[in-house]
């Protein structure tokens, strides 16, 4: 499965940005997720989709300004981050978890994109 990040940008605080990861081949049985990583730090988790679409969960840091959703038939799935401020900063990657375990370590996805870098000024 090779995954595709797209949709970064340079932004505002305050601004809106939706990312989407475009597969390619079909990721209906797979968990997906959203992890950002700043240079120099670790990969962290953002938020995760369960393999039917029915669960969905967000680190703190975004819950409540951020949605995860999926498109199987698209072979896509997208992170829409509202009221972005500056310390979301970072490259943002999508996966893909072939065991569905609906994890928040990177351990738990095998498959990933390339990233893509959102930058939020201030």
């Known amino acids: 499965v090779q995954l595709q990040a797209s949709g970064g940008g340079s932004v505002q605080a305050g601004d809106s940005l939706k990312l989407s990861c475009t597969a390619s081949?079909?990721?209906?049985?797979?968990?997906l997720g959203w992890f950002r990583q700043v240079p120099g730090k670790e990969r962290e988790f953002v938020a995760l989709?369960?393999?039917?679409?029915?669960?969905?969960y967000y680190a703190d840091s975004v819950k409540g300004r951020s949605t995860i959703s999926r498109d199987d038939a698209k072979y896509t799935f997208s992170l829409q981050v509202d009221s972005l401020q500056p310390e979301d900063t970072a490259i943002y990657y999508c996966?893909?978890?072939?065991?569905?375990?609906?994890?928040?370590?990177?351990?738990?996805?095998?498959?990933w994109g390339q990233g893509t870098l959102v930058t939020v000024s201030s």
């Open positions: 996966a893909a978890d072939r065991y569905r375990r609906n994890g928040d370590d990177v351990t738990e996805y095998d498959y």
């Open positions: 989709i369960s393999w039917n679409g029915a669960h969905t």
């Open positions: 081949r079909t990721l209906s049985s797979y968990s």
